[in-house]
């Protein structure tokens, strides 16, 4: 499976961002796929889910700012971040997630979202 990140930079408080991951799986729209992040000194945490169905899930930390979308002809992930903060900024991976929350496969590379004050 190779996963790969893209769509990341840098940013004033309060823009957007839109970040994509093309997925090289079968069955792509068979899992639920989500996107993490991995702030400075922090550990990586889970931002976004989308199932099979749809159906999205979010932390309070992002909830009524991130939107994940999915495109499964296409075998790709969005995420459309507004309203960005400080506390936002990290390298955002996407992932297949496991019931668990934790991330299936193997990283990719990334991309990193830089949000200054």
């Known amino acids: 499976v190779q996963l790969v990140e893209s769509g990341g930079g840098l940013v004033h408080s309060g823009g957007s961002l839109r970040l994509s991951c093309t997925a090289s799986?079968?069955?792509?729209?068979?899992?639920?796929m989500g996107w993490y992040r991995q702030g400075p000194g922090k550990e990586r945490e889970l931002v976004a889910t989308?199932?099979?169905?749809?159906?999205?899930m979010y932390p309070e930390s992002v909830k009524g700012r991130f939107t994940i979308t999915r495109d499964n002809a296409e075998k790709t992930l969005k995420l459309q971040m507004n309203s960005l903060k400080v506390e936002d900024t990290g390298v955002y991976y996407c992932?297949?997630?496991?019931?668990?929350?934790?991330?299936?496969?193997?990283w990719g590379q990334g991309t990193q979202v830089t949000v200054s004050s």
């Open positions: 799986l079968m069955f792509f729209s068979g899992y639920t």
């Open positions: 989308i199932n099979a169905g749809g159906m999205t």
């Open positions: 992932n297949r997630v496991a019931r668990t929350g934790a991330p299936i496969d193997y």
